[in-house]
């Protein structure tokens, strides 16, 4: 089992920035990868970007050159460092962890961007 709290949402302006991130408990040891991904109202869940234990990372389109993801030293902490925030961007952002097993999810974090 793998615990997911996300922390780090919140109201700014475009072109602003934010971090999120995505503190895991539990099974960490078993966790494959890790990604985030987010929902806005009347659209389907999208990944935003993800990243392997090796270090191997994945974005949308629309976020490359403005997004970056990465873990902490001790591998336990999921980031996503937000730069150059379009409102496009405004969504609850969720982090999840991948392991042999199982699929978790964090409660989800609400990212909202104003013009």
């Known amino acids: 089992q793998v615990q997911l709290v996300e922390s780090g949402g919140g109201l700014v302006q475009a072109g602003g920035s934010l971090r999120l991130s995505c503190a895991a408990s539990?099974?960490?040891?078993?966790?494959?990868?890790m990604g985030w991904r987010r929902q806005s109202p009347g659209k389907q869940r999208e990944l935003v970007a993800s990243?392997?234990?090796?270090?191997?990372?994945n974005y949308a389109d629309s976020v490359k050159g403005r997004f970056t993801i990465s873990r902490g030293n001790a591998k336990n902490t999921l980031y996503l460092q937000m730069d150059n925030l379009k409102p496009e961007d405004t969504a609850v952002y969720s982090c999840?962890?991948?392991?042999?097993?199982?699929?978790?999810w964090g409660q989800g974090t609400q990212v909202t961007i104003s013009s």
């Open positions: 990243i392997t234990t090796g270090g191997s990372t």
């Open positions: 539990g099974s960490i040891g078993s966790i494959t990868h």
């Open positions: 999840n962890a991948v392991t042999l097993t199982g699929l978790y």
